[in-house]
């Protein structure tokens, strides 16, 4: 990418009229951005012909005219306005001084909540930019389908405050304000609902299947002299993150418990193949215990009963399920697996996975509620066997529907 002057740059953006409420907010958004739009376009790949780039959250642009001015991209852009307005939409924006006028067209969807309306391996490169602290409940599920519209090997930007920043550790140490983002006038997401430090961050997308490109952190906002020490000294006080990785292997819901609790609360019904400690968070419903490594194995107990729910494919013929009834020294136990009214129940041998199998009725419902349950629980500790107190029924490493 070529230099860019940044007070040539700055001015330019100035010159556009944008769809902020007033003129003095788009002013002062961009002098207390501009820093960090440059670093931004810094950090990307280059561009080349053919070469399809995402923005995410693209209005007011001021990226937008960047990328068009200086970078070799083709662009899609997308933004979220509220359900109720229509899928797609076009906004104008138009220098008086030049005469220069872009129609931007975008996709208006819910990057947290809905699958993203572009097919698989769609681009070489998504930017979410100052996206990520704005989310209310899933950041892992926007990052989950960044991932799929991701050619292989492309890569994402994500640029975010730096929670650590040591404007933040100041007001807390010497109680002159708070660190939490104020109220919005435009709404929830119009303020920060949670900022990020750089492991956080960097943990995350290695969760879902990035592998990381490089990390950076650097001061967007003019600093007192004072503090510019001290930032040298430690850099996990700067004033914001930019971390650029790469698509690696396959997409995984990864919802770590440092940034989630009550995870087994999420409802997001995606698959008709769900893989426990891979996507199962927002398919399993009551009666599960927490997720356990068996080495290369992720797996969980059901208590006496423990229920799912999958995407329903229309040739969908049966429901299987790997499950695991643990050591002889615990007992033989009868699981059934249900949905509906169709059951099966099955003796299962000690310490082995099996596959059990439920045919299906056809149906035209889109998803599939299914219950696991056994005759009786064991307990570890009851029976003289180890300290685990849980009331257990099977362990489960797989459910999914099949055509057969």
Same mark, same amino acid.
């Not at 990864?254 to 995606?270: C, D, E, M, T």
């Not at 082995?352 to 299914?370: K, M, V």
């Given at each position: 990418?070529?230099? /860019? ?5 700055? *001015? ?8 902020? $409420? ?15 739009? =440059? %670093? ?6 280059? +561009?080349?012909?053919?070469? #399809? ?35 797609? +939409? ?6 008086? #001084?030049?005469?220069?006028?872009? @129609? ?21 490169? %998504? ?7 704005? &989310? ?31 404007? *933040?550790?100041?007001?807390?140490? &010497?109680?002159? $304000?708070? /660190?939490? *983002?104020?109220?919005?006038?435009? +709404? ?41 020490? =001290? ?20 997409? #995984? ?29 927002? *398919? =399993? +419903? @009551? ?23 999958? /995407? !329903?494919? @229309? ?19 009868? %699981?059934? =697996? ?13 310490? !082995? ?22 005759? !009786?629980? !064991?307990?570890?500790?009851?029976? $003289? ?11 489960? #490493? ?7």
């Amino acid at each position: 990418m070529q230099d /860019i002057d940044p007070g040539q740059a700055h *001015h330019y953006l100035l010159e556009f009229k944008s769809h902020f $409420g007033s003129p003095q907010e788009a002013i002062n958004y961009v002098n207390s951005a501009i820093r960090r739009f =440059l %670093v931004t376009l810094d950090m990307l790949p280059p +561009g080349g012909e053919g070469k #399809r780039l995402l923005e995410l959250g693209a209005g007011p642009y001021f990226v937008t005219l960047l990328l068009l001015k200086y970078c070799r991209y083709e662009l899609e852009l997308a933004n979220f306005y509220g359900d109720h307005f229509p899928p797609e +939409g076009v906004q104008t924006v138009r220098s008086d #001084r030049s005469g220069e006028e872009h @129609a931007f067209r975008y996709r208006n969807f819910n990057c947290e909540r809905d699958a993203f309306p572009y097919p698989d391996e769609s681009f070489e490169l %998504v930017l979410c930019c100052e996206i990520i602290e704005h &989310l209310t409940v899933d950041p892992t599920h926007m990052l989950v389908e960044i991932h799929r519209v991701l050619k292989p090997g492309g890569q994402l930007l994500v640029t975010t405050p730096n929670v650590l920043n040591l404007n *933040h550790a100041l007001r807390l140490l &010497l109680g002159r $304000g708070n /660190i939490f *983002h104020p109220y919005s006038g435009y +709404g929830v997401y119009g303020r920060h609902q949670r900022e990020y430090t750089q492991p956080e961050l960097v943990d995350l997308l290695q969760g879902v299947g990035y592998d990381i490109v490089e990390t950076r952190l650097d001061d967007i906002y003019t600093s007192p002299r004072w503090q510019m020490p =001290l930032k040298r000294l430690r850099p996990e006080w700067r004033d914001n993150l930019f971390v650029l990785a790469r698509k690696s292997g396959e997409r #995984r819901y990864y919802y770590p418990p440092q940034l989630y609790i009550a995870a087994q609360a999420i409802r997001r019904v995606v698959s008709s193949d769900v893989r426990i400690g891979w996507n199962d968070v927002g *398919h =399993l +419903g @009551a009666g599960w215990w927490e997720v356990e490594q068996r080495g290369e194995q992720s797996l969980r107990w059901t208590a006496n009963s423990a229920k799912a729910c999958l /995407i !329903r494919p @229309a040739s969908a013929q049966a429901i299987k399920a790997e499950v695991n009834p643990g050591p002889a020294t615990l007992g033989s136990v009868v %699981v059934k =697996l249900e949905a509906g009214s169709d059951w099966i129940e099955t003796t299962l041998q000690p310490d !082995r996975w099996q596959t059990i199998a439920l045919r299906l009725e056809a149906s035209p419902d889109p998803q599939i509620e299914l219950t696991l349950s056994v005759d !009786r629980m !064991r307990n570890f500790a009851a029976l $003289g066997l180890g300290s685990d107190t849980r009331d257990i029924g099977v362990m489960v #490493r797989r459910i999914w529907l099949e055509t057969l």
